[in-house]
């Protein structure tokens, strides 16, 4: 049986068939970005670049590389390396991140941002998730950090899980907003914040209604996905990310917000490539890998939801805007066909085949360039 049969889970391209008449249909929409994504280093790099260069002007990039991205330096040698893996011909531009730990030192925060090499700085509280050994524990440490990253407007991007065993972990995110972003954000009312990767009704609610500078990013696979995906039938270790899939009710909760046209909602893919040995593992990798079918499976999302109208919104207008930066001027023009888009199931690396996400339903809407950058047509 099919995994996605008897889930509950809306099949959009079901519904978008009973339209009538809604056999091709194009829309074209400012280039998007992604405002979450792992490109990882090396051969994966490699292997990953072009994924997300093909439809992305720009992304966010997590510095949890091992070692972490920590300093100024580091992001600028991470982006040259991002830069050489490019194909030839990419118009597409790394947004460079610091992984913030607790001996970050603001100066190199401050000059880093003012030199234009960062983006963000991205708070990973300690043994949260892959690579984050070097995170955070006592949240006073970084204080003079954020105190800075207010000071000159940099954005605090947030993994917002707590790592206390003793909590559920279906509810670490629900725990992190009373226990730690809601006391730094009283304590840094000026500090632009990213709630990254927001997986539950809370965590929507928090970012729709917090005062101040807050955004919530929302990836694709969780927009699609419930914890039922990853465990019901048998284990599916290719679902496993985190922040873990939740209940259908938090899904459909972050489906409402993506679609809402609230410009705090925008989308961070965390596209988070594993070659296959690490998640097909008996401790397998949290990831999925979304970066190459992203833009066909949100079409659907948003088709499914009645919402075509503001997937622009969310994948090209709301990020620049929390992130002071304009729109990109290019276009893509997504295209919905009469026959389901091929995607190959697995990306090869010289590190092994990395699997791409499969949404459990056909995806019949297509990407192609309309121009890029600078106008041309592509
Ligand atoms: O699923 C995830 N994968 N969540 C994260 O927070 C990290 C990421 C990774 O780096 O693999
Ligand atoms: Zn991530």
């Avoid at 400012?30 to 992304?59: S, Y």
């Avoid at 397998?284 to 997937?311: D, H, K, P, Y």
């Avoid at 990109?328 to 697995?346: C, D, F, H």
Wanted: overall charge negative; proline content about 7%; charged content about 20%.
């Amino acid at each position: 049986m099919h995994p996605f049969v008897g889930t509950g889970i809306p099949r959009p391209n079901s519904v978008a068939d009973r339209q009538s008449g809604m056999t091709m249909m194009k829309l074209t929409i400012r280039r998007p970005d992604d405002w979450h994504l792992h490109l990882r280093d090396g051969a994966i790099l490699q292997a990953v670049a072009g994924e997300t260069a093909r439809h992305f002007d720009r992304a966010i990039i997590m510095p949890n590389l091992v070692p972490p991205v920590r300093t100024a330096a580091d992001a600028s040698a991470y982006r040259d390396r991002i830069l050489a893996a490019l194909p030839a011909g990419a118009a597409f531009t790394p947004l460079m991140t610091l992984y913030l730990t607790e001996d970050t030192d603001p100066a190199d925060v401050a000059r880093a941002h003012a030199e234009g090499i960062v983006h963000a700085v991205k708070l990973y509280p300690a043994g949260a998730t892959t690579n984050s050994a070097s995170g955070v524990r006592d949240f006073d440490r970084i204080q003079p950090v954020l105190e800075t990253m207010a000071k000159i407007g940099l954005t605090l991007c947030v993994h917002g899980e707590v790592t206390d065993t003793e909590v559920d972990i279906f509810d670490r995110e629900a725990v992190f907003l009373d226990r730690v972003l809601e006391p730094l954000r009283q304590r840094n009312p000026e500090l632009p914040i990213t709630l990254e990767h927001v997986t539950t009704r809370e965590g929507v609610d928090y970012v729709r209604d917090a005062p101040g500078r807050v955004a919530g990013t929302i990836t694709t696979h969780h927009l699609i996905i419930n914890r039922n995906h990853i465990l019901a039938g048998g284990i599916r270790p290719h679902y496993y990310c985190l922040p873990v899939a939740k209940r259908d009710t938090h899904r459909r909760a972050l489906v409402d917000a993506a679609t809402s046209g609230n410009p705090r909602f925008f989308l961070g893919t965390d596209s988070a490539p594993h070659v296959d040995a690490l998640k097909e593992s008996g401790c397998g990798c949290a990831g999925c890998f979304t970066a190459t079918n992203t833009l066909s499976c949100l079409a659907q999302v948003f088709e499914a939801a009645g919402a075509l109208e503001r997937i622009e919104g969310f994948a090209s207008l709301h990020g620049p805007a929390h992130y002071g930066l304009a729109p990109n001027a290019g276009s893509i023009t997504l295209t919905r066909q009469e026959t389901p888009v091929a995607y190959p199931a697995k990306i090869d690396s010289k590190d092994g085949p990395i699997t791409l996400f499969d949404p459990g339903f056909d995806l019949f809407w297509s990407v192609t360039d309309g121009t890029h950058h600078h106008g041309e047509t592509a």
